[in-house]
């Protein structure tokens, strides 16, 4: 069927389709149809959607993505028929089956993720399965493979090649902010990449947006951190590792994380750049990813064991995850927190601490200091200002400003204080409840907003004093989370009231704005 291009002003995938040409064709919608462009002969599959009212019959409404792909314009005729079914399909149905995937099987799934074959549902039906199915070694290590071969690579003609990454799930892991500057100060490289925020309220990419650019090529990467030692970007912008962002983008509805998904994820980032040697962070705890320090063993050994198939050294921190590392969360607060350590303030003294020990497994895994002495070397990079001038020069190199201090940083304007009802100690955190309390006032995309704790676990605390307050940048997000906040109870004070039934809240008439 040949149908006239009306190019239509949305930024997502998929056709419109008159429904009368959609029967004619035989499609309904969801389905996918190739469309090709008889004066340049390149052709693409695309989703369609139908319509009685905004496209005429004989007219096909054509979005950006399809546009670009196909340099297409405005009145040009497009042959269109109905595309073939993609074969990964079946391949992701092989999985929900329980059935193990190839290396082919895989590599399959992942080119049509990467080339935009697979429709974001049939992305998450792949997270789905694996979830439920999930993948053994030699599955996960075909996933980074297949990850890191569809993307760009990076090769340092100089090294060791340093690398260190999270596997987050703890609220406040704002780390990387003062490990990447610290190793880069000692005269190793570590060309950082990060995703955004998969379970949390802000993930480095989303921190580090705060204070400069994070979208780069992977030239660009190798380029700058050749040129500073140290870059701190957003993996999702540089090509490497591409299926890597598409799939993270399906999990961050479901706040999940798939175990063997995760791995790949993090390790096609290691490979991709080089790293020699890589230091992983498994923070455990209650409400982390990682529950037991068993299981984080058992992980550790799986980061190990891929590390050694892909000639990666391979150490693993298995860290206190049952509070937030820190007490800010949300991308302003945790890098005016994080600057502020870097600028020479003793505390938070988890965040130090955390930041020193994992640098220094980095460093001793490099050879640049003994085993059991990483730790020290990292703190007196720290101590002694080096780390703050790197970070600087790195925010600079990446174009943000070098003069930036940590008291400029402001939270959103809106904020509310939530405070104890009572006198007694703080007994327990919840950091998912923290978490959703952030995510809900605006985090990570409203970079104002976010939680402060005032209070960890064995604060004593008197009736009236704050336990943390809410930041955001928009009034109704702030109640929304003042809303949350209300019925998650993030942080328990021993003796504290949790709830009257039938339910106070319920009856009584002009609700209190505090939270007691
Ligand atoms: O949102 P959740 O699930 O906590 O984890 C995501 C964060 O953890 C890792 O941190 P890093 O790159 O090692 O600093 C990721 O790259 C990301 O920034
Ligand atoms: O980079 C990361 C970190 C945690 N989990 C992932 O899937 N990727």
Redesign the pocket.
């Known amino acids: 069927m040949r149908l006239t291009v009306r190019l239509v002003d949305i930024a997502a995938r998929g056709i419109l389709l008159h429904q009368n040409d959609a029967k004619s064709l035989g499609v309904l919608p969801g389905d996918r149809i190739m469309i090709s462009c008889p004066e340049t002969g390149k052709a693409t599959a695309d989703y369609v959607e139908t319509t009685t009212t905004l496209i005429d019959q004989g007219r096909i409404g054509v979005y950006h993505h399809t546009k670009e792909q196909l340099n297409l314009h405005e009145s040009e005729v497009v042959e269109v028929r109905v595309a073939d079914r993609p074969a990964s399909l079946d391949l992701i149905k092989k999985k929900m089956n329980g059935e193990k995937l190839s290396r082919d099987d895989i590599r399959g799934i992942v080119a049509d993720i990467v080339q935009d074959t697979l429709s974001p549902s049939e992305i998450t039906a792949f997270v789905v399965s694996s979830y439920i199915n999930q993948l053994d070694m030699d599955e996960i290590e075909s996933l980074t493979r297949a990850m890191v071969e569809t993307g760009d690579q990076i090769t340092f003609h100089a090294g060791p090649i340093v690398d260190?990454?999270?596997?987050?799930?703890?609220?406040g892991?704002k780390?990387?902010l003062i490990v990447v500057p610290i190793i880069a100060a000692s005269g190793l490289f570590i060309p950082?990449t990060?995703?955004?925020?998969?379970?949390?309220a802000g993930?480095?990419?989303?921190l580090m947006e705060v204070l400069c650019p994070v979208e780069f090529s992977a030239t660009e990467v190798q380029e700058m951190t050749m040129k500073t030692g140290g870059v701190i970007v957003w993996?999702g912008a540089t090509n490497i590792a591409p299926a890597d962002d598409k799939i993270i983008l399906q999990e961050y509805p479901f706040k999940i994380?798939q175990i063997g998904q995760m791995i790949a994820s993090v390790m096609a980032k290691k490979f991709a750049v080089g790293a020699d040697v890589v230091a992983i962070?498994i923070p455990v705890g209650k409400y982390c990813?990682v529950n037991s320090i068993e299981e984080g063993r058992k992980l550790a050994r799986q980061f190990i064991d891929l590390g050694e198939r892909l000639n990666m050294r391979v150490e693993c921190a298995l860290t206190y995850g049952d509070a937030p590392v820190g007490r800010a969360i949300g991308p302003k607060l945790e890098i005016k927190e994080a600057l502020s350590v870097l600028e020479g303030n003793d505390s938070p003294r988890s965040l130090i601490q955390k930041s020193c020990v994992i640098a220094g497994i980095a460093f001793e895994l490099a050879g640049k200091s003994n085993r059991g002495e990483g730790a020290e070397l990292a703190l007196e990079l720290l101590k002694s200002g080096k780390a703050h001038k790197k970070f600087l020069e790195i925010i600079e190199v990446q174009g943000g400003s070098p003069d930036i201090k940590s008291d400029q940083i402001n939270p959103g304007e809106h904020f509310y204080i939530v405070r104890a009802d009572s006198n007694g100690y703080v007994i327990d955190l919840n950091n998912h409840s923290l978490i959703s309390i952030a995510r809900t006032a605006g985090a990570p995309a409203d970079h104002g907003a976010g939680v402060y704790l005032h209070a960890k676990h064995g604060t004593s605390l008197s009736k009236g004093d704050p336990i943390f307050t809410i930041y955001a940048d928009r009034k109704w997000r702030l109640e929304k989370a003042i809303e949350e906040a209300r019925r998650l109870r993030p942080v328990m004070v021993e003796g504290m009231l949790i709830d009257r039934v039938p339910n106070i809240r319920e009856w009584t008439p002009g609700r209190s704005r505090t939270i007691e």
């Open positions: 260190k990454h999270s596997i987050g799930g703890v609220p892991n780390i990387s950082k990060s995703s955004r925020a998969i379970t949390g993930g480095t990419a989303d993996g994380d962070d990813k």
